[in-house]
């Protein structure tokens, strides 16, 4: 199931089509991305009934906004994978590294990306969208808690994060379009294997990123076994779940975005989020 938030209303996409949930399954399910949580598994029944008969209009990129655009909760992980720690100079962690990223800096797949300095990085993730409360959850039962998964993008103001000693990371990861996601929610059973997502970034056309999820330090089992431990994980919640290698801010020399070039950020199975850099007012 392909979940999208297009132009501010739920549905399916169904090769390249749109089906709205509320006005084809006769008002049974809500039009609101978010209520796609409260009733999960009714939904995927219903859509897996679904065919390309009763598919609407084509699917308009420009009109997609993020498939999960009010989380309670966004949860981040640094240094998640063994090749970005080596880059940074930083030793691997022994617990995974949780900060937050605040909700309302969440924007769609092709939403422009207002820069706050001149020293912005780009950080291709995973992220994974909790389908069922979880607390106190084993990895060995995690899976069981996940919807599915979308692409994100974790927009970093360097100034701002390493501005004192020790670094902060929330503030100067969550301004205004600094948490592009989407362009769908694929639900975890359209995912032969889950944990083996190949992911890149470009920059400006610029290959900048490439690697799989068999790479995280911390799985996503793991890291819902660990969050749960101390928070309870709501449906909808989102896990950015860290980035690979090839971030700007370790390049020698460093390399930052600018404005007038795109961010293309894919996941293998989802999709392509494609963010143009523009100059904040």
Known sequence: ????????????????????????????????????????????????????GDAGPLVDPAKLGSPVPRPTQVFAIGLNYRDHAEEANLPIPETPMVFTKFPTCLVGPN????????????????????????????????????????????????????????????????ATAFGPTGPALVSLDEFPHPDRLVLR?????????????????????????YISSYCVLLPGDLIFTGTP???????????????GETIDSEIEGIGRLSNLCVTRD
């Open 1 to 52: 199931m392909r979940l999208v938030n297009h132009d501010g209303r739920l549905g399916l996409d169904l090769a390249g089509r749109f089906v709205d949930l509320e006005l084809h399954s006769e008002k049974r399910f809500s039009s609101d991305p978010m209520s796609a949580f409260s009733d999960w598994d009714a939904i995927r029944t219903w859509a897996g009934g679904q065919s390309l």
């Open 245 to 259: 290698g090839g971030v700007g801010s370790v390049r020698n020399p460093r390399r930052y975005l600018v404005a």
């Open 201 to 225: 970034c470009w920059v400006g056309g610029e290959l900048m990123q490439e690697s799989t999820t068999e790479n995280l330090i911390f799985s996503v089992p793991e890291l819902i076994e």
């Open 111 to 174: 939403a422009e990306v207002p820069l706050t300095s001149d020293r912005v990085d780009w950080e291709v993730e995973q992220v994974v969208v909790i389908g069922r409360e979880a607390a106190r959850v084993s990895a060995a039962r995690a899976w069981d808690h996940v919807a599915g998964f979308t692409v994100g993008q974790d927009i970093s103001d360097r100034r701002v994060q390493f501005a004192g000693k020790p670094p902060q990371f929330s503030l100067g990861k969550s």
